[in-house]
């Protein structure tokens, strides 16, 4: 079938998605983690000094693997845009509970 070839790149690409989402899942889960021990603890939802750190980092880590570093640095962002923002609505259920 002339399709063969395109059927096996899908098939690895639906793989490599697979992975992607199922990293991203835990990764969630251990930054909601942190919304709580970061409420708790009344620290800041952001970090940005942690912030620019893992920037520099993914951004050489890019480069070194051929993928584009500005997008790596997007992409980044707004993972850690998401992880933030559920620290802010857990800092925000939090602080409305000891109001209580
Ligand atoms: C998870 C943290 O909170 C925020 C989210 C980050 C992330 O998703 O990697 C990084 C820094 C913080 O702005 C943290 O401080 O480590």
């Given at each position: 079938?002339?399709?063969?070839?395109?059927?096996?790149?899908?098939?690895?690409?639906?793989?490599?998605?697979?992975?992607?989402?199922?990293?991203?899942?835990?990764?969630?889960?251990?930054?909601?983690?942190?919304?709580y021990y970061k409420a708790e603890k009344?620290?800041?939802?952001?970090?940005?000094?942690?912030?620019?750190?893992?920037?520099?980092?993914?951004?050489?880590?890019?480069?070194?693997?051929?993928?584009?570093?500005?997008?790596?640095?997007?992409?980044?962002?707004?993972?850690?845009?998401?992880?933030?923002?559920?620290?802010r609505l857990i800092k925000d259920e939090?602080?409305?509970?000891?109001?209580?």
């Amino acid at each position: 079938m002339p399709n063969d070839r395109l059927q096996r790149y899908r098939k690895s690409i639906d793989n490599i998605d697979t992975a992607l989402i199922c990293l991203l899942a835990e990764r969630f889960k251990i930054t909601s983690d942190v919304s709580y021990y970061k409420a708790e603890k009344q620290l800041p939802p952001a970090d940005l000094a942690r912030e620019a750190e893992q920037a520099k980092r993914l951004r050489q880590l890019a480069e070194s693997t051929g993928l584009n570093p500005d997008f790596a640095e997007r992409f980044l962002r707004m993972v850690i845009e998401e992880a933030t923002q559920h620290h802010r609505l857990i800092k925000d259920e939090m602080e409305k509970s000891w109001s209580n």
